[in-house]
């Protein structure tokens, strides 16, 4: 019996490994087949999750567009829209982002202190409330993905930021990654990379599984499948 849904990593990175510049500004560096290509496996999923530094980042997140997307959610029996779940432990967001105009039904996990902020407002569709770990200042994950589970959420696609992804790799909670490979370096101490966090030793480094390689004109397509035991 699954407690969690299936969990995709989506991200695009520079050549030397990063997903933004070090002013933390909105990758805009991957193409217009780039965006095709997380459109379309954000298509596949019951719901999307993202820090919310990645929405101030954006001010958006990416609601599905083409028809042809939109009718084989239909034809799955997938609601024409995923849910799009913000991460907030403070629950400090800005209502007037687009993000709250886009047509997409909106969930925000944060603690009950950041809900208490969102008392009087309708914009989300749900409030999932998650505990904090005191030493780590981390979700506690497991109980949260098996709401998730409860919701309907079969398959989750995690769009960012890297101490989301690190924060589920850290629990054995991912299960595919896609990494979108752009012709640019951007270097920089403070650039963020896909996973962040405090990183592990070499010995305990998390294990991939290579399951296809595309490259469409300058940008590589790669697709792991994580190890189901990440570390010896």
Excluded at 10 to 32: E, Q, Y
Excluded at 56 to 81: C, D, H, K, V
């Amino acid at each position: 019996m699954n407690l969690r849904p299936h969990t995709t990593v989506i991200l695009a990175m520079t050549a030397d490994g990063k997903i933004a510049d070090r002013a933390n500004s909105p990758a805009r560096f991957g193409s217009a087949i780039d965006k095709a290509h997380l459109e379309s496996q954000v298509s596949l999923a019951d719901g999307v999750i993202f820090g919310a530094g990645t929405l101030r980042a954006y001010g958006t997140s990416l609601p599905i567009t083409n028809p042809q997307l939109i009718q084989s959610r239909e034809n799955r029996s997938q609601s024409w829209q995923p849910f799009h779940i913000v991460v907030s432990a403070s629950g400090k967001i800005n209502s007037q982002l687009k993000f709250f105009q886009q047509p997409i039904p909106r969930l925000l996990l944060t603690t009950e202190e950041g809900s208490f902020l969102w008392q009087n407002n309708d914009l989300w569709q749900r409030i999932l409330i998650g505990k904090v770990d005191s030493d780590s200042s981390s979700f506690l994950w497991d109980k949260i993905l098996f709401q998730l589970l409860s919701f309907g959420i079969n398959k989750l696609a995690v769009l960012g930021g890297g101490n989301l992804v690190a924060s589920l790799l850290a629990i054995n909670a991912v299960d595919e990654i896609w990494l979108t490979v752009c012709p640019v370096i951007l270097g920089g101490f403070d650039a963020p990379t896909p996973v962040t966090g405090m990183g592990w030793l070499q010995s305990q480094g998390i294990k991939l599984h290579l399951l296809e390689v595309k490259q469409v004109e300058q940008e590589v397509f790669l697709h792991y499948r994580v190890s189901s035991t990440y570390r010896d």
